[in-house]
DNA sequence: CTGAAAGCGCTTACAG
DNA sequence: CTGAAAGCGCTTACAG
C-alpha cells in the first residue's frame, strides 16, 4: 500500500482536503460531526501528515532545535530527555545540533542550520546562550528561542532558570551552619552566567556573615573533573587549608573529593565537600555529594512548552520566563567541622 | 530581505531552476563554467535550499533518526556527538527520539515518526536494535538503518560493532595474567547482545585456562552503578571471595569498586576491578579503572556514514557491516593478586 | 462552517 | 549538457 495523504482522507470522510487540515490542526469552525468523521478516518488509515509537506507550506516547521555546546556531558543528556519528551507531547521533533565556536563560521553554520530547517523554535543551552552573535541571529531571522539558565537578562526572549545566587548562597550558609568558616569555593566556567551567579552567592552568604574569603580560595576551574583535582590539590595543600570545599558543579567537587582521598583527607571527618547540579556521578561517589538539585529536565520541558505556545510567536516578551525551584541535598560528603 | 529562493539564484547566474538543482546536488552534466557561475552566485546570495521543500519533492529527507532506549546515559551522548559531527559533514541533521517501551502505543509512534519525517536513515542504539518488532517495522517501511553493537546478527541491516566476545577475552586473559583465579563477573542487562557477548567471552577465557567458574561468582545486573554496587556487596560477602571482579561496563564496575572501599577491601591490594566503556567515569575513580576502550563516536560516525551512502538505500547487505577496533586500557583499579 | 484555487520551493520525468 | 512542465502534500488566502 502506497503513503496515505491528506487526499486519501478527505475523499473517505467526504469532505475537502483543508476540512481534514482543519481538524488536524485542531482550528475552530468544524462541526463536531464532521471532525469526528475526519478523525475516524485519520484513525482506520493510520493516516500521519507529511510534515515536509506543512514545513514548506506554512513557513513554520515541527522541528524544535537544540542547540548545545559540549554535548557529551550529562547535563546536556539531561536537558535533551525533557526536551524530547514535550516535543513528542505537541507532536515536534527534537533536532539537536553542536556548535563549536572554535569554527571560523560556525554563526554561518547556524544561519544555514535556520535557513533549510526553519524550525518552529531553538533551545539554547549555557554557556551559548549568552552568546550574543548567536541571541543577534536569531532575533534577526526571527526564529523563537528560550534560553535556559543564561548569565544575562538583556536579551529579549524567554529564559528559564533557576536561582543560582539563592542556592549558592543557601549551600554556603548550610556549610557555615556546619560549623565551617574557612570555606574555599572552584569556580564553573567564568563565561557561564550561573558559573558567575553561583559565585557570587557564595561570596555574599560569606560576607553577610562577616567572614573572610581568603587570597587563593576562590580557584578557577572550569566545570570539569580534570578542574576540580587541581583545585584541590592546590587548596589542601595550602599552609592553612580550608575545612569544606564549594563547587560550582558536581565534576568539579568530585575531583577535589579524590584529590582529598589521594592525600589522606578524610572526607566529610577533616573536609566537607559540596557541589552542585545534583549529577548522577554526585550518588556514584564515595561518600555521596551534599549537592544542589537543579531540575534540568523540567527546565528543558519549560522551554519546549514555551516555544510551542502560539502567542510566543513574534518576539518574546520576559512574561514567559519561568524560574524553578531548587533544592539543598545534603548527603555524606558533608559534616560538622572538626575539632582539630 | 525575504527569504533566497532557488528561482532568486537560477535568475541571477541566469541558468533555470533545475540547473541550480543539479549544481546543489553534485549531479553530473553540468558544464564546469556553469557550475562555477551557480556556485559563486550560491555563495553571494547565501542561499540554502529549503529542506522541508527537498524533501517533499524527493521522498526522502535530510533528517537522520537516532533512536535511544536511555538517552540519559554517558554512552548515548558519546554516540550522539558522533553522529551529530558526520551529519554536519554530510549536511544532514540529528533528529533524536527516545522510545519508551513501557508505552503501549510505541511501535505506533515510531511508525508515525517515520511516516511524517520520512527519515533518510535510522540509527538504532542498543538495545533496542535488537528488538525485532523495530527492526521489522523498518524493514517493512523501507526505510535505511543501521544497528549499533547489536547481539543477533540476523536482520538484513548492516551494523556497526566492536568485538564484545574477543575484549572480553582479552581483559579476563588480562586479569589471570595478573595472578587471579578467583574472578567473578557482573552481567550487564541481559537483552543487551553486547552483554551477553561480554559475558560468553569472560566464560570462554575461563574455561580455556580450565579454571572455574563458581557457584554464585556471576552476578546478574544490569548496567547501573547501583547494581554494581549491590554485586559488590554479594560477591564481596562470600566465604570465599574472588580476587577479580571483571563488570560488563564501567557504571557496574564503579559500584564494585565504591562497595569494596566501603568495606575497607583495598583496591587493588585486596581486590582488582575492571570496567568496559572506557567511559568518562571510569576515569573519576579512585583508583582510575582498568576498562575496555570503545570508540562509541567512531561507531556513531560509521552508522551515519553507511547511511548516507546512496548504494545503501535499497535494503542493506551486510558488506556495508564494519567492525572496529577495541583496546584495553590498564589502569589503577587492577593489580597483582596478593600473596593472602 | 466548508471548499476551490493557488502556491510553498524544490525534484522527477521527460524532451531536446 | 540544459530546461519547461508537472507534481510532491500540505496550508494560505479568499470566497461563499
New interface residues.
Partial sequence: MS?ITIKDVAALAGVSPKTVSRVINGEAHVRPAVRDAVMKVVAEL?Y?????????SSSR???IALLFDD????Y???V??GA??RC?HHGH??????IDRAMPDWL??V???I????PAGVVLTPPLCDWSELTALLIHRQVPFVRIAPGSDTVPAAMVTIDDFAAAVDMTDFLIGLGHRNIAFVEGIRSHGAARKRLAGFREAMTRKGYEIREGWIYEGDFT?RAGLAAGEALLNLPNRPSAIFAAND?LA??VL?SA??MNIAVPGDLSVAGFDNA??S????PQLTTVQQPNREMASAAVDILVDPSYTHLPANSFSEKMTYTLIPRDSTGPRSAG
Avoid at 71 to 74: E, K, L
Avoid at 93 to 98: D, G, I, M, S, T
Fill in positions: 503513503v493510520g500521519r501528515p507529511n510534515e515536509h509537506a506543512r514545513g514548506l516547521s515541527f522541528l554535548p557529551a556531558s550529562g546536556a543528556a539531561d535533551q530527555l524530547i519528551e513528542r521533533h527534537l533536532v539537536v545540533e553542536r554561518a553554520e544561519d544555514a542550520t535557513a533549510s530547517l526553519r573533573f565534576e568530585l575531583g579524590i582521598l589521594r548522577p556521578i550518588r556514584m561517589a564515595w
